[in-house]
């Protein structure tokens, strides 16, 4: 059974994913930040849970075929992913 996630989190994920459906430019700085201001105002246990979030879902999206139609898309996900994570460490 996986973990709940607090609000803070869920909202923080639900950022991450409208930046990358939305990116008109590199995302990279904005993702971090998002990361970096939930990691400013939150436990420990909300870090680790966004951390393991990002972590899975890098997991599982490196190396997935993705159909041409859909190649833009999954990189700007995989930039947001990256630098949301780097955005926690910093």
């Given at each position: 059974?996986?973990?709940?996630?607090?609000?803070?989190?869920?909202h923080c994920w639900r950022r991450l994913h409208d930046l990358a459906d939305r990116?008109?430019?590199?995302?990279?700085?904005?993702?971090?930040?998002?990361?970096r201001s939930l990691a400013a105002h939150s436990n420990d246990s909300d870090r680790?849970?966004?951390?393991?979030?990002?972590?899975?879902?890098?997991?599982?999206?490196?190396?997935?075929?993705?159909?041409?139609?859909?190649?833009?898309?999954?990189?700007?996900?995989?930039?947001?992913?990256?630098?949301?994570?780097?955005?926690?460490?910093?």
């Open positions: 059974m996986e973990a709940a996630v607090s609000v803070d989190v869920e990116a008109q430019t590199d995302p990279r700085e904005a993702a971090a930040g998002i990361a680790d849970g966004l951390r393991d979030m990002l972590t899975a879902e890098l997991a599982g999206q490196n190396g997935a075929q993705v159909p041409a139609a859909d190649l833009q898309r999954h990189s700007v996900w995989l930039t947001v992913l990256k630098a949301a994570l780097a955005g926690l460490r910093r």
